[in-house]
């Protein structure tokens, strides 16, 4: 039997969520695992981010070996639940409490309002909050490409994350975004996203770069430009001047940016949350969709990096010098808890 094996602060750490899998995995494993031992595993745990045990169990379990109980405080039908044998969860109104003789509404709302972004997983069983954790994507509205009001978009950018791992690690990714300012709307064209090494990025930006420049200058009154971010040191600004070179002669153009990445979702969700954002139809929109609704417990978050800077840079003008803190715990709990609304009017 597995109790909680990470706690909130703990599940916030890639190398604390290691650890348990890591242990589970070869450590736990061969728990009672002799030939004709009626083995059972139990994990009992509050979920807390998308790759906490619970999620890695899931996740590994494609011969379906596994039964799962959800019990959320709240009742949500969307949370599938199994009989174990022992009984499923009964309820069948949404929003009908788990234990209403010992946590009434009022207690629930309180124990909400103290546990803030944390209430989700602590009380739903979700990593984060049915629509979304800091990005609401079910505020995203869906259109199909011939819906793309290509009269109205001045602005085009592809905004690019570069990483340098073939076959694993983090994903290389690029976002295109447009910006039609008579609508007020921010329009997700496209994503490219790969595990690639560090040749076939340079290839990957430069066939996009070119791809992307032939197409949208045949638009009239459409700027388009590809943007990525140089990465700090010596080697980032040796790197960056590759991407400048290969691409000489297209609009292209390098961000230094220092804000640490909480803080640059932010713009970009409120815009979100405004119901500013529509999403073209596209065989990719799942992965960033998902990546997007469990930020900042999703387990990767190059698609979110690539669209906060593409949106930054089609809404801005100048680049983000916002101050680099990633100790600072006070502004990442104001950010969860916190929407600052504003409208793309005011820009």
């Not at 589970?24 to 061969?30: A, D, G, L």
């Not at 905004?159 to 690690?169: F, L, M, N, P, Y």
């Not at 790197?239 to 153009?253: D, F, V």
């Not at 596209?282 to 978050?301: C, H, Q, T, V």
Request: proline share 4%.
């Amino acid at each position: 039997v597995v109790d909680d094996p990470l706690n909130v602060k703990q599940a916030e750490r890639l190398n604390e969520r290691e650890y348990v899998i890591d242990w589970w995995e070869r450590t736990m494993s061969s728990r009672g695992a002799g030939k004709g031992l009626n083995r059972r595993r139990l994990i009992l745990m509050q979920r807390l981010h998308q790759k906490d045990l619970s999620g890695h169990v899931i996740e590994q379990d494609t011969s379906r070996r596994w039964s799962k109980l959800v019990l959320p405080m709240e009742f949500d039908p969307d949370l599938k639940s199994e009989d174990l044998g022992l009984g499923k969860d009964p309820r069948e109104n949404e929003g009908e409490l788990l234990w209403p003789e010992m946590f009434d509404h009022e207690a629930v709302s309180e124990g909400k309002r103290a546990l803030g972004p944390d209430a989700s997983g602590q009380y739903q069983q979700r990593p984060t909050a049915k629509g979304g954790g800091i990005f609401r994507v079910d505020r995203i509205e869906p259109i199909t490409p011939e819906a793309v009001p290509w009269g109205e978009i001045r602005k085009v950018k592809r905004a690019w994350d570069k990483a340098a791992t073939a076959g694993g690690g983090c994903y290389t990714a690029g976002v295109l975004m447009g910006y039609a300012p008579k609508l007020q709307k921010i329009y997700i064209l496209d994503v490219v996203r790969g595990q690639w090494d560090v040749n076939e990025v340079e290839d990957r930006i430069a066939l996009h770069c070119r791809m992307d420049t032939n197409r949208f200058k045949q638009m009239d009154r459409v700027h388009y430009e590809t943007v990525f971010e140089q990465e700090p040191g010596a080697s980032g600004i040796q790197a960056a001047h590759e991407t400048l070179r290969r691409n000489r002669g297209k609009m292209i153009r390098a961000i230094k940016a220092s804000a640490k990445k909480i803080t640059r979702y932010q713009p970009f969700a409120n815009s979100v949350y405004a119901h500013e954002v529509s999403i073209a139809d596209g065989a990719w929109n799942y992965d960033l969709l998902e990546e997007l609704r469990f930020i900042p417990k999703s387990e990767f978050k190059d698609q979110a990096d690539s669209a906060s800077l593409a949106y930054f840079e089609l809404v801005n003008k100048g680049v983000m010098t916002l101050p680099d803190d990633e100790d600072d715990e006070d502004a990442l709990i104001l950010l969860e808890q916190y929407s600052f609304l504003y409208n793309l009017r005011s820009q």
